[in-house]
């Protein structure tokens, strides 16, 4: 050791630590070339087996776009023989809902051309127009609504002059299911006229619909409020329902007024059975206020009667099909699981507006088939005989 205190190294611990540094670079050159061998054969097989599959598609003989239409055309009257056949009714609803969805996705000059077509009376105030089933009145999202249409309309009615003047809006819209006659106004001001005597009863319509079952006694008038809640069952949802402000005493022998809630909206609805049979009826409604889905609660809830076709109010705390006993399934040619498609029976037959302007609408063609099955006759016919 020298004065710094620093240690020399003799030849022979030299030797030893060069020995040392070249075994070390050994190993590590070692343990590099083994990770590059492996990481190469991974990739020689992975290639390999890229390869394999190639080779094998380059073997088979390629399907060509004839063959493969063969195939399909050889395979489709198998699917078709394993389907069962339907009934003359469920074709015609079938082609009824087939015929709806067309309508909705239409362009909307077809449209327009289908309801300029359908006028069943006009003056210088009011259109009244015969409403297609299953399109809503209103714009939406999805469908082509009457409103969105109404200026094309406006002006085939006008003969397609290049400035058209004329207008049309609506006023007492019906539901998007239900058919028969629709109110059109040619002005702001026939708009608030209208609604001024529809709020005076001086504009009367009448509705016909068909019931599951038959209402008792057959003649008279339901007055009880509606007002819509929730309906716990699954899932959540909103209906329409009875508010009674009557209710029976404790010992059954009378009614006890009670206090009316406020939400609830006074509705009355006068109805006649014109015809009954098979379990069902044909009966004509007419409803002296406007509350939203009046006749159809005033039927179901009231006079345990729903209408046929009423997905929504044939039960009370759930959304399902409609139920239908077995004979009237019999005389429709139905399945309890087809029961679903059938539309809603609800048609405004016949509108009055002062100066004896009166209107009826013819009925849907599935409207005269229901009637037809389940043996119900108009009054006119059963007067003719």
Known sequence: MNRCGRTFLTG??????????????TRENCHRWSAEAL?????????????????????????????????????EPKVQANEAPMSSVQKKVVELKRFSLQLQKVHPNVLAKHLSRNVL???????????????????????????SVLPVVAKMMDGMKARCESQLLPCLGLEKEMT?????????????????????????????IVTVGVPVPSEGIIDIPIIEREVAGPPSHFKMGLSPVYRMNEKGTGLTKMRAHRQALPAATKYKVLDSGS???????????GVKHQLRVHMACALACPILGDHKYSHQSKLAPQKLPEGVLGKLRLEQSKVRYVPLHLHAREMTLPGSIQVSCPLPKFFIQTLSQLHLTFPKQKDDK
């Not at 030299?14 to 040392?20: D, I, K």
């Not at 379990?279 to 206020?289: I, K």
């Open 279 to 289: 379990g069902c009826s044909l009966v004509e409604l007419q409803a002296f206020t």
């Open 180 to 208: 028969g006659v629709l109110l059109l106004a040619r002005s702001e001001e026939a708009v608030e006229h209208i609604y001024e005597l529809h709020r005076s009863n001086q504009v009367q319509r009448k509705y016909w």
């Open 121 to 147: 009376y006009q003056n210088q105030h009011v259109v009244l127009i015969n409403k297609p089933y299953n399109v809503p009145l209103r714009d939406s999202s999805k469908d082509t609504s009457i409103s």
């Open 12 to 25: 022979d611990w030299r030797a030893s630590l060069n020995a040392l540094l070249s075994l070390l670079r």
């Open 39 to 75: 990481c190469l054969s991974r990739g020689q097989a992975t290639a390999a087996a890229t390869q394999a599959p190639d080779a094998e598609k380059r073997k088979q003989p390629q399907l060509r776009a004839i063959d493969l239409a063969r195939k399909l055309q050889q395979e």
